[in-house]
């Protein structure tokens, strides 16, 4: 992990745009992320779900990892409420396992379900159920996740700067510049 951690920093201090509050959360990030991203180059599928008022960031990363720009394979991430658009219905237990046995018949490679948004939304039942989860979540402190403030000044800059760091760190493994075993 040591590689990942010093190829974040290095990346955190080289970005522009005022990133130098990422620093101190390295080491909560690094092995979220190389979770999240050894499962993309696994082949698993992202299944991409937000609160409310974070939905113009699912639309974001939904457009943005699969620009052909960057000459990279296309990789599956999906937005879970286009897929399954009874999604805000779902309550019970029964109900999670019965979209769980769907999702995983949907896709037999596996999946993984990457939450941005309020630790007290309905879709954390659902999002917490895994520890292979992707969580970036908000106002609460959730083991396994990446803890923002929603009343941070600065959130959708930081969203949108975190978004790039895992970006960058999922081309830098697919083109074998990055080893996250290491």
């Known amino acids: 992990m040591q ?6 920093l290095e990346t955190i201090r080289e970005e522009e745009s005022c990133f130098s509050w990422m620093e101190e959360y390295r080491y909560e990030w690094a092995p979220l992320v190389k979770s999240a991203v050894t499962q993309v180059v696994e082949g698993k599928t992202v299944l991409v779900i937000t609160d409310e008022s974070h939905k113009w960031f699912g639309k974001y990363i939904l457009n943005a990892v699969n620009d052909l720009r960057k000459n990279r394979p296309l990789l599956p991430f999906y937005q879970l409420t286009e897929c399954f658009p009874n999604l805000q219905n779902i309550n019970s237990t029964q109900d999670i396992q019965l979209l769980e046995d769907m999702l995983e018949l949907s896709y037999p490679g596996g999946y993984y379900i990457w939450y941005i948004g309020r630790g007290d939304h309905p879709y954390t039942k659902l999002a917490y159920r895994n520890h292979d989860n992707f969580l970036w979540v908000l106002d609460e402190e959730v083991q396994n996740s990446f803890a923002l403030r929603s009343r941070d000044p600065l959130l959708d800059i930081k969203l949108l700067q975190l ?20």
């Open 163 to 182: 978004y790039k760091l895992f970006d960058m760190t999922i081309s830098e493994v697919l083109f074998g510049d990055l080893d996250l075993e290491s």
């Open 3 to 8: 590689k990942l951690l010093k190829w974040t």
